[in-house]
């Protein structure tokens, strides 16, 4: 379920502030200018089929937005494949240190799941986005990323530069004091 949890910075063993409705999290989120929106979620036989089956909201979000460039990005379990472990761990933790980047990063959910930790106002928002979830981080928000150890999600992702996704490291280890994506799912579950 698409979960909003709210922790101060300095105290990431609080007890968060959780927010499940969509209309609620949006609104949190709108109030740090941080956009995220629910779309129908669409039948998608294949990951070649995502721009397509999306065709209508990519046009309207770019349209309003001024991307440039959409492209879509896979990543599922592998149980035939032994290097799947190996390449899941190099996928999680390019971006699992708290960065910056130039660009917004805005990423739609086709299917399955992974959280956004945004640094804002002396906050920690994670967001723990799922099929038909839309968010937007604005330029220059310091945030980071966790899909998890096992790592199963399909997302349209949405860039203003051509460059694509450059990432900037702040070099702060905050990150790691916080809840992983596994934490989470698993005390949620529980
Ligand atoms: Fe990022």
Known sequence: MTTLLVLPEDRPDA???VIFDS???AARLAADGVRFERWAVRDVPAVDDVLSAYADEVKRISEAEGFIQVDVASL?????DPEWPAKAAAARSK???EH????GEVRFFVDGRGAFYLRLGGKVLIVICEAGDLISVP???RHWFD?????SFTAIRFFLVEEGWVG?????PIASRFPRLDDLVASSAS
């Open 95 to 97: 971006f699992l240190e």
């Open 139 to 141: 330029a220059d928000t």
């Open 15 to 17: 007890a968060p502030e």
């Open 168 to 172: 900037r490291f702040t070099g702060d």
């Open 76 to 80: 599922h379990p592998d149980p035939t």
């Open 23 to 25: 209309a609620g999290i």
């Open 147 to 151: 899909m998890g150890t096992n790592p």
């Open 100 to 103: 910056t980047h130039d660009d």
